[in-house]
């Protein structure tokens, strides 16, 4: 059996690091921050900015993974939100618009759960509906259209800053500490952990699992809501067929970098969201680098071949044989 | 019986494995010869999973040489020790249900012609085989629609096919009935005679006198001693598995309190669910343990889980306190403060990948709820207490439960109950598959909180166990509950007799 031993996250700690150093070699102004009309500006705020709305996302997928769940339908989520945002923005109050497009996601995460929870069909099948059927709810909001918009209000939750702090990088923060409270603060994290290790000796133990996998789901709706509207605000508009495209598989991957297995049971909310910086600093630096773009892909599988193996526990086990080999001999 | 000073069939020198600093084999000889069947013996930890693995090159041994027919061999893998002629039968069989018998037989060499396999071939062959074994089966059915022991002996049918000399049997006999026992152990002995080496790890002490030639016993790691059976009475043998004398704990019985004074916790009245147990009654009592006794499949599992709330009765009342309750799921259970330790330890029961703090604290944490989580210095609290109090070892908190043995995982579950202080405690089988130290512990622990007014629900098919402990025993046949015995009544003949359906006979009642 292979047990995984509580992790500290040492390999994507040192992986960041990793990377964010092969940024700097490649663009030697990388860690160069400076202050600009009240404004943090610089590569190293663009990497956090921008891998924002990805962060934000893995939050939610983190515990719909650990509960042996998957959320396909995230990045068309983040379509709906985006798209009821970016149409209510010029005609409605702040708090409205965010009811609502927050609104739609709770919704859409209670239709995933209930799927899953109630009716128990698989999650990725679950979840692949509304992922498909999300995109097609999105483009009839914006009646097929790019919806723009011009309320200053919204437009700066993608584009203003707080103390400097680019609001992306706040509001990622704040749905951080939030997560962290609500699932380590009680014992939510503890339940979690146990009815994705083993769903039936929880359940025998008195756990609600159901109405906790209902949750996650609800989670994962409202964290991709969240993104959606920064993603919006971020360009002033709303495109169905684009916003978020493809991000349910960043944010899955930046779950898995981050340690958490596929199989359910323990999980890293931090780490999840290491995984995500991991992975914008890594398309960062590739624009910095100058290569071509498209070598963005194959870059980033690499790196992610390279975290997953020193995770892995058995390769670990390999290298230990190595260094007994050709180590130093004991006397 | 050939068992002379003849060369060995199989001999294993100096065999040494630890695992991070933990010395898991030290020094370990074994050998085997051709035609005996040879117990392997020793507490949980003692080193026979250890030493079964090294040997088959599952997993890499640091030290030790091993010799098949006089030849070195060093397998590497499962598949290397099988070619060699060393195959294993794990208590889990390994093989795939869904595949028909004949399929599961031939699996990966079967025969073909033309690329294409020749399942009428494969089919005869398959029948051929197992007629060997005297098992007349359709080979065409899935393995999966046959007992526990056929499926068994197909596993050994496919390992001696597979040219074994050696064969080895990690408790066969864990979930077998007496019957299947008997189907199984005439198949050992027709290998036996084949000249076919077996080594057989089990728990059950009876088997080993009835079947076994010699018999080798590990403790912690070494080798504590090989004998031939007739040179070590099961009184040495116990010793030599625990180093200890075992306690006093399992023999005696104490005097039994007229049932009808104990205020009852909760009564059941004709509770049943269709296709599983049919309508019962059932009373249980404070400082009283009703003992529930039958062949696998009788209906016992799934009375207490029915008790429990796991399944849902689909008639009959329940009543707590004198007041109709409704018991729909473990957690409406658990708010009458019941508890309930599954038999299916590994599925039901731990999560491997928590610590042994999070299972102790996680059935007392669901009671509380989410939103009132047990500050960590109380959960370290509870965990030190069980683990002094029950003896889990290693005792460690915050190693992951499923590195213990089984016997200190089922500890770590009976103290998941205990820390929700239960008034009534169901236990389905709290002693398969754990060692006989740990077995006198859990006996006595069972007694020990029945004093202390808890009322107890056990299922066991270890009956001169249950006879120890138990105030009342229900018996069960074909998911029904077909006897009550209480009292001084409750003894191995008359739970045999009534078992059987025999006309009880007059046994002699021990006190």
Same mark, same amino acid.
């Given at each position: 059996?292979?047990l995984?031993?509580?992790?500290?996250?040492?390999?994507?700690?040192?992986?960041?690091?990793l990377?964010?150093?092969?940024? *700097?070699v +490649?663009?030697?102004?990388?860690?160069d921050?400076?202050?600009?009309?009240?404004?943090?500006?610089?590569?190293?705020?663009?990497?956090?900015?921008?891998?924002?709305? +990805?962060?934000?996302?893995?939050?939610?997928?983190?515990?719909?993974?650990a509960?042996? @769940?998957?959320?396909?339908s995230?990045?068309?989520?983040?379509?709906?939100?985006?798209?009821?945002?970016?149409?209510?923005?010029?005609?409605?109050?702040?708090?409205?618009?965010?009811?609502?497009?927050?609104?739609?996601?709770?919704?859409?995460?209670? *239709?995933?759960?209930?799927?899953?929870?109630?009716?128990?069909?698989?999650?990725?099948?679950?979840?692949?509906?509304?992922?498909?059927?999300?995109?097609?709810?999105?483009?009839?909001?914006?009646?097929?259209?790019?919806?723009?918009?011009t309320?200053?209000?919204?437009?700066?939750?993608g584009?203003?800053s707080?103390?400097g +702090?680019?609001?992306?990088?706040v509001?990622?923060?704040?749905?951080?500490?939030?997560?962290?409270?609500?699932?380590?603060?009680?014992?939510?994290?503890?339940?979690i952990?146990?009815?994705?290790?083993?769903?039936?000796?929880?359940?025998?133990?008195?756990?609600g699992?159901r109405?906790?996998?209902?949750?996650?789901?609800? *989670?994962?709706?409202?964290?991709?809501?969240l993104?959606?509207?920064?993603?919006?605000?971020?360009?002033?508009?709303?495109?169905?067929?684009?916003?978020?495209? *493809?991000?349910?598989?960043?944010?899955?991957?930046?779950?898995?970098i981050?340690?958490?297995?596929?199989?359910?049971?323990?999980?890293?909310?931090?780490?999840?969201?290491?995984?995500a910086?991991?992975?914008?600093?890594?398309?960062? @630096?590739?624009?910095?680098?100058?290569?071509?773009p498209?070598?963005?892909?194959?870059?980033?599988?690499?790196?992610v071949?390279?975290?997953?193996?020193?995770?892995?526990?058995?390769?670990?086990?390999?290298?230990? @044989?190595?260094?007994?080999?050709?180590?130093?001999?004991?006397? | 019986?050939?068992?002379t000073?003849?060369?060995?069939?199989?001999?294993?020198?100096?065999?040494s494995?630890?695992?991070a600093?933990?010395?898991?084999?030290?020094?370990?000889?074994?050998?085997?010869?051709?035609g005996? /069947?040879?117990?392997l013996?020793?507490?949980n930890?003692?080193?026979?999973?250890?030493?079964?693995?090294?040997?088959?090159?599952?997993?890499?041994?640091?030290?030790?040489?091993?010799?098949?027919?006089?030849?070195?061999?060093?397998?590497?893998?499962?598949?290397?020790?099988?070619k060699?002629?060393?195959?294993?039968?794990?208590?889990?069989?390994?093989?795939a249900?869904?595949?028909?018998?004949?399929?599961?037989?031939?699996?990966g060499?079967?025969?073909?012609r033309?690329g294409?396999v020749?399942?009428?071939?494969m089919?005869r062959?398959?029948?051929?085989?197992?007629?060997?074994f005297?098992? &007349?089966?359709d %080979?065409?059915?899935?393995?999966?629609?046959?007992s526990?022991?056929?499926?068994h /002996?197909?596993?050994?049918?496919?390992?001696?096919?597979?040219?074994?000399?050696?064969?080895?049997?990690?408790?066969?006999?864990?979930?077998?009935?007496?019957?299947?026992?008997?189907?199984?152990?005439? =198949?050992?002995?027709?290998?036996?005679?084949?000249?076919?080496?077996? =080594?057989? %790890?089990?728990?059950?002490?009876?088997?080993?006198?009835?079947?076994c030639?010699?018999?080798? =016993?590990?403790?912690?790691?070494?080798?504590?001693?090989?004998?031939?059976?007739?040179?070590?009475?099961?009184?040495?043998?116990?010793?030599?598995?625990?180093?200890r004398?075992?306690s006093?704990?399992?023999?005696?019985?104490?005097?039994h309190?007229?049932?009808?004074?104990?205020? #009852?916790?909760?009564?059941?009245?004709?509770?049943?669910?269709?296709?599983?147990?049919?309508?019962?009654?059932?009373?249980?009592?404070?400082?009283?343990?009703v003992g529930?006794?039958?062949?696998?499949?009788?209906?016992?599992?799934?009375?207490?889980?029915? =008790?429990?709330?796991?399944?849902?009765?689909?008639?009959?009342?329940?009543?707590?306190?004198?007041?109709?309750?409704?018991?729909?799921? #473990?957690?409406?259970?658990?708010?009458?403060?019941?508890?309930?330790?599954?038999?299916?330890?590994?599925?039901?029961?731990?999560?491997?990948?928590?610590?042994?703090?999070?299972?102790i604290?996680?059935?007392?944490?669901?009671?509380?709820?989410?939103?009132?989580?047990?500050p960590?210095?109380?959960?370290?609290?509870?965990?030190?207490?069980?683990i002094?109090?029950?003896? /889990?070892?290693?005792?460690?908190?915050?190693?992951?439960?499923?590195?213990?043995s089984?016997?200190?995982?089922?500890?770590?579950?009976?103290?998941?109950?205990?820390?929700?202080?239960?008034?009534?405690l169901?236990l389905?089988?709290?002693?398969?598959?754990?060692?006989?130290?740990?077995?006198?512990? /859990?006996?006595?622990l069972?007694?020990?909180?029945?004093?202390e007014g808890?009322?107890?629900?056990? %299922?066991?098919?270890?009956?001169?166990?249950?006879v120890?402990?138990?105030?009342e025993?229900i018996?069960?046949?074909?998911?029904?509950?077909?006897?009550?015995?209480?009292?001084?009544?409750?003894?191995?003949?008359?739970?045999?007799?009534?078992i059987?359906?025999?006309?009880? &006979?007059?046994?002699?009642r021990?006190?």
């Open positions: 059996m292979a995984r031993l509580p992790r500290v996250g040492t390999a994507q700690i040192g992986a960041l690091a990377i964010l150093a092969a940024n *700097w +490649v663009s030697p102004q990388f860690f921050i400076r202050l600009q009309d009240g404004r943090l500006f610089g590569s190293l705020i663009d990497v956090l900015n921008r891998g924002a709305p +990805v962060a934000l996302l893995s939050l939610g997928m983190v515990l719909v993974i509960m042996r @769940g998957i959320d396909l995230v990045g068309a989520v983040m379509a709906i939100s985006g798209a009821i945002a970016a149409s209510l923005a010029d005609s409605h109050s702040l708090p409205v618009v965010l009811a609502a497009a927050l609104g739609a996601g709770l919704l859409c995460g209670l *239709w995933n759960g209930f799927l899953v929870a109630v009716l128990g069909i698989q999650p990725i099948v679950a979840t692949l509906i509304l992922m498909v059927a999300g995109r097609g709810i999105a483009q009839l909001i914006t009646e097929g259209r790019i919806v723009t918009f309320s200053p209000d919204l437009a700066f939750l584009g203003g707080v103390l +702090v680019p609001t992306p990088i509001l990622a923060l704040a749905m951080l500490a939030l997560t962290l409270a609500v699932v380590r603060g009680t014992a939510l994290g503890l339940m952990e146990a009815s994705g290790g083993n769903p039936r000796a929880s359940a025998l133990a008195g756990i699992t109405l906790i996998t209902l949750a996650v789901y609800v *989670w994962s709706g409202l964290c991709a809501a993104a959606g509207i920064v993603a919006a605000a971020d360009i002033l508009g709303a495109d169905a067929n684009n916003a978020g495209l *493809w991000l349910e598989l960043d944010a899955i991957l930046a779950v898995v981050g340690g958490t297995s596929l199989f359910g049971g323990r999980f890293s909310i931090i780490l999840a969201v290491v995984g910086l991991i992975i914008q600093a890594m398309n960062t @630096g590739i624009l910095l680098s100058g290569l071509p498209e070598t963005n892909l194959v870059v980033k599988a690499v790196v071949l390279a975290v997953l193996l020193a995770q892995s526990p058995r390769l670990g086990a390999h290298l230990a @044989g190595l260094r007994v080999l050709f180590g130093p001999r004991k006397a | 019986m050939p068992l000073d003849d060369a060995p069939l199989l001999s294993l020198a100096g065999f494995k630890s695992f600093g933990f010395v898991a084999l030290d020094r370990v000889d074994f050998t085997l010869r051709a005996e /069947i040879h117990a013996l020793g507490e930890g003692a080193g026979k999973s250890t030493l079964i693995k090294t040997m088959t090159g599952v997993v890499t041994r640091d030290a030790g040489t091993m010799r098949l027919n006089g030849a070195e061999i060093a397998p590497r893998s499962a598949e290397e020790a099988v060699a002629g060393i195959a294993t039968v794990y208590q889990e069989v390994n093989l249900p869904n595949l028909s018998v004949a399929q599961n037989l031939f699996l060499r079967q025969p073909t033309f294409l020749r399942e009428r071939e089919r062959r398959a029948a051929a085989l197992l007629t060997e005297g098992l &007349a089966i %080979v065409s059915s899935p393995l999966e629609s046959y526990v022991a056929i499926q /002996i197909v596993a050994i049918a496919r390992a001696v096919d597979q040219s074994a000399r050696v064969l080895i049997l990690d408790e066969p006999t864990a979930s077998l009935d007496a019957h299947e026992v008997e189907v199984l152990f005439a =198949v050992l002995r027709q290998l036996q005679a084949r000249g076919i080496g077996i =080594v057989f %790890v089990t728990h059950f002490l009876d088997q080993v006198y009835a079947i030639d010699r018999i080798t =016993v590990l403790r912690n790691g070494r080798l504590a001693g090989t004998a031939p059976i007739a040179d070590l009475p099961r009184l040495d043998l116990v010793r030599l598995m625990l180093g004398e075992l006093e704990a399992t023999a005696k019985r104490p005097p309190v007229e049932s009808a004074a104990r205020t #009852p916790v909760a009564t059941f009245a004709a509770f049943g669910k269709e296709g599983q147990v049919a309508p019962f009654d059932l009373t249980l009592r404070a400082g009283h343990v529930l006794a039958g062949l696998l499949g009788s209906g016992r599992t799934e009375t207490v889980r029915l =008790v429990f709330g796991a399944e849902k009765a689909d008639c009959g009342t329940a009543e707590v306190d004198g007041r109709r309750v409704a018991i729909g799921s #473990p957690r409406e259970a658990m708010r009458l403060r019941f508890g309930y330790c599954p038999e299916e330890r590994k599925t039901e029961g731990i999560v491997a990948d928590l610590t042994v703090r999070e299972n604290v996680l059935a007392l944490q669901a009671q509380r709820g989410a939103l009132a989580p047990l960590r210095r109380e959960q370290d609290e509870i965990a030190a207490k069980f002094r109090l029950l003896d /889990i070892r290693p005792p460690d908190p915050e190693r992951p439960i499923g590195l213990l089984g016997g200190n995982q089922q500890k770590a579950l009976l103290a998941r109950w205990l820390a929700t202080s239960p008034r009534l169901i389905d089988e709290p002693t398969r598959g754990i060692d006989v130290g740990a077995h006198a512990e /859990i006996i006595a069972i007694r020990s909180l029945c004093a808890m009322a107890l629900l056990v %299922v066991s098919s270890e009956l001169e166990e249950i120890t402990y138990a105030d025993v018996v069960l046949r074909d998911r029904a509950h077909v006897a009550r015995l209480s009292g001084d009544a409750v003894d191995v003949p008359a739970i045999l007799a009534a059987a359906d025999a006309p009880s &006979a007059p046994a002699a021990h006190a």
